[in-house]
């Protein structure tokens, strides 16, 4: 089993609330981050202390997610709609009002965006246009996570009624699956690189592990004390990293399914208080995090194999 070293590079402020969004960008040399004060920063793996300002809005933010094909940053802002940045200048240049609920997952594939809501409706944007094309009403509780296998063409939905909802988007997002298991909302969800496994974290601090498919679960586990906020799979896939409300991020062996390390304040001086998501980047290997003490941390992870 690998060994893994943990050592901690950067702890970075400058946001002034809980910090709720995390996505890597265009370039991986950059990252983007979101919080309650609604200010949306850009970071430079290269410079990590300059953080750089490229929105401030009047609510908080839940979610980025980059557009890599135009390199536009959409943000999930709250209570009105997403906003729309160009980073080749770090200018907005439109903006959609989609629903007075708040939004909790941005995801975009081709010409098209998908926002997902706490209303349970997810909304279809059509890029080119910059006008909505449908709304899927899901369920009546909130949309918390979106995952997308791009060469099966599925988006994985995971849902506060508990389930994880399967849509085909080769056919009109028809329904091709609904995975139960979970006892409360699922907050985390992502395809292994190779799409052979969906892997899902839950409020009821359960991490598992589908087949992608026939939907079937390969395995369960509880693997935190508290929710399960957000999960990553590491570049090539043998590896994730799982973060949780109970202020610890947790590494996993992917074939195995095992724990391979903890990072925690006693062990690390890891965050303080709930880590809301997770990266790992396709810079350089390092773990990103950021919680609701407001700061962001930068990891750096060494494999030692046995």
């Known amino acids: 089993m690998a060994k893994i070293e943990v050592n901690k590079l950067q702890t970075l402020t400058g946001h002034n609330d809980c910090i709720y969004a995390l996505t890597e960008g265009s370039d991986p040399r950059f990252f983007y981050t979101g919080a309650g004060d609604g200010m949306v920063v850009e970071w430079d793996l290269d410079l990590p202390k300059d953080g750089k300002l490229i929105a401030k809005l ?9 557009d890599h094909a135009r390199n536009w940053l959409f943000i999930g802002h709250n209570f009105e709609g997403i906003h729309v940045i160009d980073l080749n200048d770090n200018k907005e240049i439109w903006s959609l009002k989609l629903t007075d609920q708040a939004i909790f997952e ?23 246009h910059r006008a909505i094309k449908k709304h899927i009403k899901l369920s009546s509780k909130s949309i918390r996570v979106m995952a997308v296998a791009i060469g099966k063409k599925h988006l994985a939905i995971g849902l506060s009624d508990h389930s994880i909802k399967i ?19 699922v907050f985390a969800l992502s395809y292994s690189p190779d799409e052979s496994l969906l892997a899902s974290g839950s409020r009821d601090v359960n991490l598992k592990f589908w087949n992608s498919t026939d939907f079937t679960l390969v395995e369960s586990i509880v693997a935190h004390l508290y929710a399960i906020n957000y999960l990553s ?12 409300m109970d202020k610890s991020i947790k590494i996993w062996e992917t074939a195995e399914r095992k724990l391979l390390k903890v990072i925690d304040k006693a062990r690390n001086a890891g965050h303080g208080t ?15 995090s950021v919680s609701d003490d407001r700061t962001i941390s930068i990891w750096q992870i060494q494999v030692n194999n046995a």
């Open 274 to 288: 709930s880590i809301n998501k997770v990266v790992w980047s396709t810079y350089n290997g390092n773990i990103i």
């Open 167 to 185: 849509l085909d988007l080769a056919n009109d997002f028809q329904p091709i699956a609904n995975l139960v298991g979970h006892t409360n909302s």
């Open 233 to 244: 799979f590491n570049e090539n896939g043998n590896m994730l990293v799982t973060c949780s």
């Open 58 to 66: 009047a609510n908080s933010v839940y979610t980025l997610q980059v």
């Open 106 to 128: 941005i995801k975009i594939v081709g010409n098209e965006a998908y926002i997902g809501a706490a209303d349970g409706v997810l909304t279809v944007v059509d890029i080119e």
